[in-house]
């Protein structure tokens, strides 16, 4: 199982990203995707998590309204669309993938069973 993100860079405050993570080796259609971040110093954070058909969302406080979590099932995929970004949303971002018929309220990394290699996002002032 390979998890595989990608799309982070530098951005000035204010700015949007688009992060994506495709996975390769296992079917996502019943398994919940989330993604964390993990500052320099600082311990992971979730961010955000969707339910294996996309239905259902769910996100930290400090990113609701500025981040949207999706997938294509179709495509093995998942994205992260992060606007209005902030000097604090700077870390490194990583995509995990839940057992299989998880809870989409999955707030912890022990919650998940795979991760991917994580993408840099940092933020200008």
């Known amino acids: 199982v390979q998890l595989q993100a990608s799309g982070g860079g530098l951005v000035q405050a204010g700015g949007s990203l688009r992060l994506s993570c495709v996975v390769s080796?296992?079917?996502?259609?019943?398994?919940?995707m989330g993604w964390f971040r993990q500052a320099p110093g600082k311990e992971h954070e979730f961010v955000a998590s969707?339910?294996?058909?996309?239905?259902?969302?769910y996100y930290t406080d400090s990113v609701k309204g500025r981040f949207t979590i999706s997938r294509d099932n179709g495509k093995n995929t998942v994205y992260l669309q992060m606007n209005s970004l902030k000097p604090e949303d700077t870390a490194v971002y990583y995509c995990?993938?839940?057992?299989?018929?998880?809870?989409?309220?999955?707030?912890?990394?022990?919650?998940?069973?795979?991760w991917g290699q994580g993408t840099l996002v940092t933020v200008s002032s």
């Open positions: 995990a993938t839940s057992p299989p018929f998880s809870t989409v309220i999955r707030t912890t990394k022990r919650g998940y069973e795979y």
């Open positions: 969707i339910s294996g058909s996309g239905g259902s969302t």
């Open positions: 080796g296992l079917t996502l259609r019943n398994r919940v």
